[in-house]
């Protein structure tokens, strides 16, 4: 390797060690060996030059934080001298970015399930939904001995979702639940769903066929377990209707456009906004420029690097419902009397991370330069081709469920300390460094590493992009498919009973 620092930005005050940096090394930055305070691990930050006491500490071009003490040029800038600048709800004011992307059009394709109501699926599995916790074993002995019945059957495969909700739920946390569960029901990656209640829960069948709306009687059933003698053997029968009217369902070629692919970063570390969020950036780039569409949420990890994506916003209607998304999340830290920037976690902090606004300079980097088209609220699905933001927290299992609701066919998961948690759709993981992506290769599916190690974006992002389009037509099968890392989290905000 040759200078082991990145500086990322001509005005930042600090830059990015690539390697550990013992003390009394040096690196050299515009022409200047600096000395090396300290020993500083990879991924985390030097000082450039001297940094006065509650002077803004910048990276990426913007403010991460302010200097609590004076830091020395060479010194190593972390939660011990720097902390976040961050406070409250704030007003903003529209500055549209002329340079944002907006949506195109491409010929390319991949194979996918095109159902019988128009949307595009890239899976064809049998989802098993429980509307209620308290039959979650249920569920699972269900799938077990369908999986066992039906083996060998051209599907992709028998799956359930356990969860603890359905019951005991008033307000915004029974609304939420049923949502969230109606949008799995439809979601056009599962060929076949059967849909179990128990029959006392507040959630019961009846109410959740109001939520749900419309469906296809031959591709979603149910069952009332209370109503019924032997609910797991009346399961797997069911699930064997299923499959016959799924297996008439066979992949054919579908536009790009057609595809839906969520954001999501998790376990990050100081290379997330270098190597694994910026190449998922330039995919989201090329897929809405081929008439595609990402979604992005996480919107506590927006915080500080908010303005970035107001000014993308497609017109004054969408910057506005930008700011109540970003403010309206601040008001419900509030509410609950927790600091809005209680981030990054001590894993991210470990890595190399070390305020909210550094954490969101990096994060917000998945959704590239795409406008805005719309944000919709949590449980919602997108309309509008483009790049959408979705209300939902940082919490990876609750806003990949929240990611897959809202219609995303997969989700691209990047992280630098790894996970090994996937949603009910294909959860790419890519990994910011080559060294986690050799230690946990049952984890990562690709490594962005490799941008710190010769290779150009322009060529990782291409090799990236056709590698998702495998993805989707089923050619290349993630790790948490492989391994079946498949669960979801529904968000909770109010008491139980």
Same mark, same amino acid.
């Given at each position: ?105 491409? !010929? @390319? ?6 159902? %019988?109501?128009?949307?595009?699926? &890239?899976?064809?599995? /049998?989802?098993? +939904? ?86 296809? !009687? @031959? ?6 377990? %209370?109503?019924?003698?032997?609910? &797991?053997?009346?399961? /797997?029968?069911? +699930? ?108 991210? +902090? ?148």
């Amino acid at each position: 390797m040759g200078n082991p620092l990145m500086v990322l930005h001509s005005n930042d005050s600090v830059g990015v060690a690539l390697v550990d940096l013992p003390a009394s090394d040096s690196v050299q930055y515009n022409g200047e060996a600096i000395r090396v305070k300290e020993a500083i691990a990879k991924g985390h930050k030097v000082a450039l030059k001297p940094i006065a006491q509650g002077e803004r500490i910048i990276k990426y071009g913007y403010p991460i934080g302010i200097a609590t003490q004076r830091i020395e040029q060479g010194e190593w800038v972390h939660s011990h001298n720097c902390k976040t600048n961050l406070e409250g709800t704030l007003d903003y004011h529209y500055q549209p970015d002329s340079q944002r992307i907006k949506i195109g059009e491409s !010929e @390319r394709s991949f194979q996918g399930y095109v159902r %019988q109501n128009g949307a595009v699926g &890239i899976r064809n599995e /049998v989802w098993v +939904i429980n509307t209620v916790g308290c039959i979650n074993k249920t569920a699972e002995n269900i799938v077990r001995l369908a999986s066992q019945m039906y083996a060998g059957t051209a599907i992709d495969g028998i799956y359930h979702y356990p969860h603890p909700y359905g019951c005991s739920q008033l307000g915004d946390d029974l609304v939420f639940t049923q949502k969230i569960l109606s949008q799995l029901v439809k979601h056009p990656n599962a060929g076949g769903v059967l849909v179990i209640g128990l029959g006392c829960e507040n959630n019961f069948i009846a109410s959740f066929k109001d939520v749900l709306g419309d469906y296809d !009687e @031959r591709r979603v059933k149910f069952i009332e377990s %209370q109503l019924v003698d032997d609910e &797991i053997a009346d399961g /797997v029968d069911l +699930i064997g209707e299923l499959i016959d009217e799924m297996l008439k369902d066979k992949r054919v070629p579908v536009p790009v456009s057609k595809l839906k692919v969520g954001l999501k970063c998790g376990g990050s570390d100081g290379f997330s906004g270098i190597t694994a969020n910026p190449l998922v950036g330039e995919f989201s780039n090329l897929l809405i420029e081929a008439g595609g569409t990402t979604i992005l949420t996480e919107v506590p990890e927006m915080f500080g690097a908010e303005t970035l994506l107001m000014n993308r916003a497609a017109n004054n209607e969408v910057f506005t419902k930008t700011v109540h998304l970003i403010n309206n999340f601040k008001s419900y830290f509030i509410a609950h009397d927790q600091p809005i920037y209680e981030n990054p976690s001590p894993g991210n +902090i470990k890595g190399g991370i070390t305020t909210l606004e550094e954490k969101s300079l990096g994060c917000v980097q998945k959704g590239g330069r795409a406008e805005i088209v719309d944000v919709i609220d949590y449980g919602d699905q997108v309309t509008q081709h483009g790049l959408n933001l979705v209300q939902g927290p940082g919490n990876d299992l609750v806003s990949v469920t929240a990611l897959a609701a809202a219609g995303a066919h997969m989700v691209l998961f990047t992280t630098g300390r790894g996970t090994p948690f996937g949603g009910p759709v294909p959860t790419v993981k890519i990994s910011t460094n080559t060294q986690i992506y050799n230690k946990k290769k049952n984890w990562i599916d690709y490594n962005a590493g490799v941008l710190l190690e010769g290779n150009t974006m322009e060529t990782v992002k291409h090799d990236f992009f056709d590698y998702i389009i495998d993805v989707a037509s089923g050619t290349a099968v993630t790790n948490n498919e492989t391994y079946g890392f498949k669960e979801i989290a529904i968000f909770k905000t109010g008491v139980t009973l």
